[in-house]
């Protein structure tokens, strides 16, 4: 059983590249996947497919992609291929929040748990971006001033059997 991880570490660069696509789906969520095999870090974008569902099936997907992802099952295959073939692990599951903080939801827990079996990915850190329109030069600012923080990191934690926050540290090559 993998250990849970107690605090997320990241290259800098992963994290710029997930900023950059959720910025880039504005206003819809985006959602994605980082591999890693130990030391690289490979981030994975997945087409987020819930306008699809919801515009088909609005009773069993009553949102839209301003408020929820689905990932493709295509992309998603292909990660896991990806990870079998060259041996990379899922590291974190990510996906956006537009005009929202970056909180884990009641629906992000149900997405990533098996009801009360525990998480879908054990080991893998859930990560939240938040990205605004209006208030993104702020943000910028205040986050180079180091006053906040614009993603946060959750894993499962087995003796809360809940997703709890854990610190990002965020590193950048030399
Ligand atoms: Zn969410």
Request: charged letters at 30%.
């Given at each position: 059983m993998m250990?849970?991880?107690?605090?997320?570490?990241?290259?800098?660069?992963t994290l710029d590249q997930i900023y950059v696509h959720a910025k880039g789906e504005f206003p819809d969520e985006c959602c994605g996947i980082i591999?890693?095999?130990?030391?690289?870090?490979?981030?994975?974008?997945?087409?987020?497919?819930?306008n699809e569902r919801h515009a088909k099936d609005p009773d069993r997907y009553p949102r839209d992609a301003r408020t929820a992802y689905l990932m493709?099952?295509?992309?998603?295959?292909?990660?896991?291929?990806?990870g079998r073939d060259k041996k990379r692990q899922i590291k974190v599951l990510y996906h956006?929040?537009?005009?929202h903080d970056a909180y884990f939801s009641e629906k992000d827990k149900a997405d990533a748990t098996w009801g009360d079996w525990g998480p879908t990915y054990p080991g893998?850190?859930?990560l939240v971006v938040s990205v605004y329109d209006w208030r993104r030069f702020y943000?910028?600012?205040l986050e180079k001033l180091g006053l906040v923080k614009t993603a946060k990191a959750f894993a499962w934690n087995e003796d809360d059997t809940d997703?709890?926050?854990?610190?990002?540290?965020?590193k950048r090559e030399a």
């Open positions: 250990k849970e991880p107690e605090v997320l570490e990241l290259h800098s660069e591999l890693s095999d130990g030391t690289r870090e490979f981030v994975r974008k997945c087409r987020n497919v819930q493709a099952e295509d992309d998603l295959n292909k990660i896991h291929q990806e956006s929040h537009p005009n893998a850190v859930y943000l910028w600012l997703f709890v926050e854990v610190p990002i540290h965020a």
